[in-house]
């Protein structure tokens, strides 16, 4: 029987990630990563194949990483694992004995529990590179595209699908606005109002009720009775973890119906991780179990999971939650909670909202609007959350206010912020929306 | 007599915010800005006047914000700080009397100790639109610029004077490299790259003896013996705190030149505190003295000076310094200590550095290489220092460096940081260059 000290089960971003750094902190483990797909697909980079791409073949996660750390890749299924007697089942015939094991099996689109989803050309979104290849064949034949879910992956694929000739895109979205449950609603109504005029139409406060159609998919019906005719339906309600074969083994289940691990990212067998979409998560606020499954978090997780395979290192402090996405040509980004999920936890809070242009003088090229809503428990003053809409560095910016979260810096921290500025790419210091948005906070706090 | 129960002395960034920030924490007290100038101009704007810009006009700081914040601004010019009355008296024979009294004077720009420097077209960098006009002008006749200096201000003067048409541009700089204050020098080399494709003469580890010619200058003379040709000189060299009032108001100066504050901003006299760069700056790391002179330090400054007159609010951590600049089309950051300032401060470090494209897949529109180098105090991993090369996004995550430098955050704390990421705006978070240099630095270590 062949042996593997360390044996990874999934290729995406958590499972390659913890090889990487299981390979970086134990160099003499032979490592081996079990991937059932020929190609990796980047899970985030999905949505820009039917569009800003053009192509399933130009979001391939490449396997020169596996070389290059010295990880074995084998293209193959793991059937069971036998904690017992340490070793998997391979699809091939083959068994691998480990030391310790890794699962990152990710997660499955969820499905609608609605009838008429399994009509020809509705497609849940699965991360394979022959259904991407599928779909993208099939929307460019269509006419007419229906979206059901109004989340990141609903509105990333109607704003890349409408870059597709002739193609009417809607999104349905049972909320009463699409990216809700990330955003508030003044940032939602932003977004909003970009996809419409894009053209892009929005049925919000509106649930589907059948998929219909003869063999085909015809028509999208929803519950106010309106119709949506559509000859091909994008399922985008988001994910359940892929836990198959971690149930079949008895590791513990979680009340997200993903692995139960500790803050080393330990299972409830010592010798099993698991990182990722596949595992339990809780919140960095208050420890209650969080659904959040995304790549980032899930390469933090594996960081955590790769380091401490033998003997405690990292360990996690819960789940921040840090997002972003692109819009027309118009960046939003999210880290820890929003002022409506900050209160739905019980918090009181005070915020702060600041808008500023991103380059000094205004006359610099790429001048535009940043706006920053900052979210603060109202006692401690301490930062809970921070809402971002701009230009693309938006995308870096969350990720200062994501350390600033980490260390509960409070209103009078963040006002004093040392950041650097500069006229071609940020905001002027004076008006650096950051810490202008903590001083609104402090004022909104004397009320 | 006038009175004032706010008054501040300078209306650039630290004046401006200051008062700014006195107006949101004492909403019942009367504030008046005395400014010298007619029009205040954007201090990093400045090089930008002369290529990207085009027009002094275009970078002046609106006086907008004093209205709304219900600020008074009297163009004036105060002669003297009469701390025993708690008055100042102005140029226009007016005397204001204070409670609180803020010096924002700023610094004024070091002149070398060479002889010619009062040739006709030789300018330092005066912070006035009509010197800058007077600047522009003679820019736009000359042939050959000399600049003397090649840091920040050196250099982004040299890139964007390149824009003159037909205008040769060098640079004199008497380390071996440009920027190697604050940068090391595998970023300097980078940096120095780009300038020379561009056509900017270099002349690192240069000494200037003169500047020579009849009336105007002629040529710029190195140790070396070189001469160079120039119908223009820009002096860059640096500024030095502009202190006259307070000096001869009796305040305490500091090692630095610089008026002596604690944490709390306040100077030796209680009723007066000082911000920006007149005010004595001590290090984040070990509390020395620290000459750095910067808008975003001048602003944070001046938010705790405006929060504490009548209280003491908030504390300054002391300063941790964090630049970018933007050279050709590459934006270059850095926040804390450089592996050299670090090591000459007397820490034993490691470093990692790591670089990977700004998007993913890599075929995603925008893409192109980040690099970050990460300093860690190696016997704790402590967080001292970050420095970036990349696009425009660089600005900000320069910024998530601040914060985590300001905690101390570790090595392994930044591996497993909670980033967000996104393909049309960062980097993949399996690569993403911040944790990844982190892992970097920990294998440095174990060597």
Redesign the interface.
Known sequence: MKKSEVVVIGGS?AG??SA??AR??YPDKKITVIRKEEKAV?P??IP?IFG??GSPE????GDD?YKKNKIELLIDEVLEIDRKAKKVALKSGEEIEYEKLIIATGSLPMMPPIPGFEKENVFPVYKSLPHLSKMLEVLKKSKRLVIIGGGFIGVEFADECKKIEGLEVSIVEILPHCLQIAFDPEFCEEAEKILEERGIKLCTGEKVVSIDGLKNVEWVKLESGRLLEADVVIIGIGAVPNVELAKKAGLRLGPTGAIVVDRFMRTSDENIFACGDCAEKVSFFGGRPSALR???????EA??AG?NLYGN??E??G????????IGDT?F???GLTEENAKRQGYDVITGTFEAPNR??G????MRPIKVKLIFERRTGALLGGIFMGD?????????I???I??R?TI??I????????????A???V?P??NAA?MA??QAKK
Chains 1, 2 share one sequence.
């Open positions: 971003a390659l990630t990487i750094t970086r902190h980047i985030c980079g820009y800003t791409l130009k979001n391939i996660m990483a995304l790549a980032s978090i899930a390469t933090a960081r955590i380091a290192k990292r996690y402090i789940t921040i939650g840090v997002f972003s996405t692109f960046a980004a999210v880290a000094h003088p006359a610099m090229p790429g693309k560095a938006v995308g870096e910016l969350v990720n200062a994501s350390a600033c980490h260390y810096m009078d921290d006002a004093s912020f040392q950041m650097g500025t500069h006229p071609a790419l940020t002027s210091p004076v650096y950051l810490v001083e402090l004022l």
